[in-house]
């Protein structure tokens, strides 16, 4: 009926069926499917990394809009994460972030009054331009090391601010992440809270299971006891992998 064979009629469902397009149900027939939208940002959070750096990757031009600092008191929240007192003083950043013309993320940082920041316009430039103050602490030479990420669930409103920044149109499911920046062993230098609109962010988490600590092979005239036993005050202790 429609001038097609059938073996390129096969071929062509056999492609919808693997992007997720049409669903073929044995017994039930053929259904429209649901294709998966990429995200914005979809990097597994292991890796350490601005978001600016991710975008390049991924031909995105990010900017800023919304953009407010202040020096003000950070607040019990941020206050307890970065070990300062509510009532201390310190560099706060709100914006809304765009990517590739659309708004994916609400962000709001606030930054160790130990660290001394560019200048404002100069800070406000690069934030403007789609800099995330990971970029500014690098390029300021702060010894970043690592930061510890916690994963919120979050429900989005049109009537809300953060909801009318991202276009929400109806109520709907995003993604917050809060962090903490350190630098050195243990110096805790930024906090942020970064609430993701529906395809902002993909986040995948690697997950390994530890190592079994390996059998001994008992050798001639081993007495099954680990060298040092119990004078050397090592035996029945397990050695577990240093943490990562």
């Given at each position: 009926?429609?001038?097609?064979?059938?073996?390129?009629?096969?071929?062509?469902?056999?492609?919808?069926?693997?992007?997720?397009?049409?669903v073929r149900r044995q017994g039930s027939g053929t259904f429209v499917g649901r294709v998966a939208v990429p995200a914005a940002f979809g990097e597994r959070l292991e890796r350490l990394e601005p978001y600016s750096s991710v975008a390049r990757r991924r031909g995105l031009t990010l900017t800023s809009v919304d953009l407010k600092l202040e020096h003000r008191a950070v607040g019990g929240e941020a206050g307890e994460a970065l070990g300062l007192e509510p009532t201390a003083k310190a560099t706060t950043v709100s914006r809304t972030l765009v990517a590739g013309g659309a708004p994916v993320a609400v962000m709001f940082d606030v930054v160790h009054p130990d660290i001394v920041l560019p200048v404002e316009d100069r800070l406000r430039a690069a934030l403007e331009q789609g800099q995330m103050v990971l970029d500014v602490l690098i390029e300021l030479g702060v010894p970043v090391t690592f930061a510890r990420t916690r994963v919120i669930p979050a429900l989005l409103?049109?009537?809300?601010?953060?909801?009318?920044?991202?276009?929400?149109?109806?109520?709907?499911a995003g993604l917050e992440l809060e962090e903490l920046i350190f630098a050195g062993?243990?110096?805790?230098?930024?906090?942020?809270?970064?609430?993701?609109?529906?395809?902002?962010?993909?986040?995948?988490?690697?997950?390994?299971?530890?190592?079994?600590?390996?059998?001994?092979?008992?050798?001639?005239?081993?007495?099954?006891?680990?060298?040092?036993?119990?004078?050397?005050?090592?035996?029945?202790?397990?050695?577990?992998?240093?943490?990562?």
């Amino acid at each position: 009926m429609l001038g097609v064979s059938r073996g390129t009629l096969r071929s062509a469902l056999q492609r919808l069926e693997e992007s997720g397009e049409i669903v073929r149900r044995q017994g039930s027939g053929t259904f429209v499917g649901r294709v998966a939208v990429p995200a914005a940002f979809g990097e597994r959070l292991e890796r350490l990394e601005p978001y600016s750096s991710v975008a390049r990757r991924r031909g995105l031009t990010l900017t800023s809009v919304d953009l407010k600092l202040e020096h003000r008191a950070v607040g019990g929240e941020a206050g307890e994460a970065l070990g300062l007192e509510p009532t201390a003083k310190a560099t706060t950043v709100s914006r809304t972030l765009v990517a590739g013309g659309a708004p994916v993320a609400v962000m709001f940082d606030v930054v160790h009054p130990d660290i001394v920041l560019p200048v404002e316009d100069r800070l406000r430039a690069a934030l403007e331009q789609g800099q995330m103050v990971l970029d500014v602490l690098i390029e300021l030479g702060v010894p970043v090391t690592f930061a510890r990420t916690r994963v919120i669930p979050a429900l989005l409103t049109p009537r809300e601010r953060a909801g009318k920044q991202l276009g929400i149109r109806r109520t709907t499911a995003g993604l917050e992440l809060e962090e903490l920046i350190f630098a050195g062993r243990d110096d805790r230098v930024a906090y942020s809270r970064d609430l993701f609109a529906p395809g902002g962010i993909d986040v995948m988490v690697m997950r390994s299971l530890d190592s079994p600590r390996p059998a001994r092979i008992a050798g001639k005239g081993d007495t099954g006891v680990e060298r040092g036993g119990a004078n050397g005050g090592r035996a029945g202790r397990s050695r577990r992998p240093a943490a990562r």
